[in-house]
């Protein structure tokens, strides 16, 4: 019988519940045995929710410096759910710590950084995990399967929408939020995700063109955006993405255009199948769309415990994670990609040489606020 893989947290913030209800799922193979943050009220939330989750009191330990949990010997995976400008930096010092590393979207605000992470993982032996949990939907798993099959035939095209609301109570929240320097705009941090997703499908990038700019939102980074990719197989992929939808949230959707085959996702998360129409007749539409939904409570989806699953096996049968760091790095180079579009106001061939988000300060010149 294996020993349990134990887990550290980095991070009690917004996103670390996922995390926490993630290795609680996988309570046959892993142990939370340490959290870390700034703010001690944020660390006793993220243990009593694991002690609920786990229906008794746990031994979990408490870090005010993470530098302090990278070099406790029990703790075998680090999980990184900082404000993203540190991502880079805490992964690698915790890769040279030894440990193995999930972090979360996007890995790194720059091309640099995304390489020394990935260079740091090879470096010291490490799994280095990026936290794209949507992949691991059913309704993304059935739809990968009918990709992998090739049951599309030639692809054509494909669409990922996000149209979100983010208000300003939300970027009021968290100074960080919004900035250059620890997050980047809609893109980043909203549509990462469904980006990641149209990028699996529809293969390597070429070429990206992006229009984006600040209308209403108190922020740095842009609030909406739009970008057209040129795919290396010559298929086209669009992304609109805003964060500025009245009133609230409307919906994620991600659509795959083939040959032979039309599949459009949606739903809070890309938890439902909308559309499942295929030229072979292998299925039957109606079962297909009841069979493989799913109805999260929020827009991160059920994907963690799955991918953290993942993570364990891959520790445990040395192998790379599903989600590496070359995964990773894909959707951050196409958003990068974006970015300096934006600034330059040309399309930006693939791959990219170094660019960050700290290169966009002073670009936006929030037309729609004036």
Known sequence: ?????????????????????????????????????????????????????????????????????????????????????????????????????????????????????????????????????????????????????????KLIHGVASIRWNRDENYYRQASWRGTWALDGGALM???????????????????????????????EGEDCAAIIIRFKNGAIGIVEGSVCVFPRNLEETLSIFGEKGTVCLGGIALNHIEVWKFGDGLDDEQQVMQEYGENPDNVYGFGHAPLFADMIKAVREDRRPAIDGEEGKKALEIILAAYK?????????????????????????????S
């Not at 302090?68 to 040279?96: C, F, W």
Request: with cysteine; net charge neutral; proline share 3%.
């Open 341 to 369: 579009s934006v600034k330059t106001g040309l399309p930006v061939e693939l791959p990219l040489a170094d660019f960050s988000t700290l290169d966009m300060v002073g670009v936006n010149k929030r037309r729609g606020m």
């Open 189 to 219: 941090n909203q549509c990462t995700h469904n980006i990641d997703l149209l990028q699996w499908f529809l293969g390597e990038a070429q070429t990206v063109y992006a229009q984006a700019d600040t209308f209403l939102r108190p922020i």
């Open 1 to 153: 019988m294996n020993e349990k893989i134990n887990f550290g947290i980095i991070g009690c913030g917004r996103i670390s519940g996922k995390h926490v209800e993630g290795i609680a799922k996988n309570s046959s193979d892993a142990l939370l045995k340490a959290v870390c943050d700034l703010i001690p009220e944020r660390m006793e939330a993220a243990v009593k929710r694991y002690n609920d989750c786990m229906g008794q009191e746990m031994d979990v330990k408490r870090y005010s410096d993470y530098q302090k949990l990278l070099m406790d010997p029990e703790i075998q995976i680090v999980n990184i759910a900082t404000e993203s400008g540190y991502h880079a930096r805490i992964a690698i010092e915790a890769l040279e710590a030894g440990k193995h590393v999930i972090v979360e979207k996007p890995m790194a605000l720059s091309i640099k950084d995304a390489d020394a992470m990935i260079e740091a993982s090879k470096k010291y032996n490490r799994k280095l995990c990026v936290s794209f949990q949507n992949r691991f939907n059913l309704a993304v798993q059935k739809l990968r399967s009918a990709y992998e099959a090739g049951r599309f035939g």
